[in-house]
């Protein structure tokens, strides 16, 4: 499974940003898709996770501002970032867990989301 994580970029606080993660390869062996964060000194985060049947879940920190969302046909989960603060800056990565061996995880590579006026 390959994952390819497109958007980011610089937005001044209070503003929005989407974010696009794109799966290909052997689909089938994976349901959950994740983001995570990780900004500079601090450890890695999940910040949202979709199943594959659309129930999602979000860390305390993000909830009511993002939004994850999943199109299945199209294999690509997008993150939906409104009302963006500089807390929120950090490199963003998508993920998905191995559903046949769950200790083996997908990662996209990184893309920089940067908030600051």
Excluded: H
């Excluded at 409104?82 to 990565?93: G, H, N, R």
């Excluded at 046949?100 to 997908?106: A, F, Q, S, V």
């Amino acid at each position: 499974v390959q994952l390819q994580a497109s958007g980011g970029g610089l937005v001044q606080p209070g503003g929005s940003l989407r974010l696009s993660c794109e799966a290909s390869g052997n689909i089938g062996r994976i349901n959950v898709m994740n983001w995570y964060r990780q900004a500079p000194g601090k450890q890695r985060e999940l910040v949202a996770m979709i199943r594959r049947d659309g129930t999602s879940n979000y860390a305390d920190s993000v909830k009511v501002r993002f939004t994850i969302s999943r199109d299945n046909a199209k294999n690509t989960v997008d993150l939906r970032m409104d009302s963006l603060k500089p807390e929120d800056t950090a490199v963003y990565y998508c993920n998905a867990p191995d559903i046949i061996t769950p200790w083996r995880n997908y990662w996209g590579e990184g893309t920089q989301v940067t908030v600051s006026s």
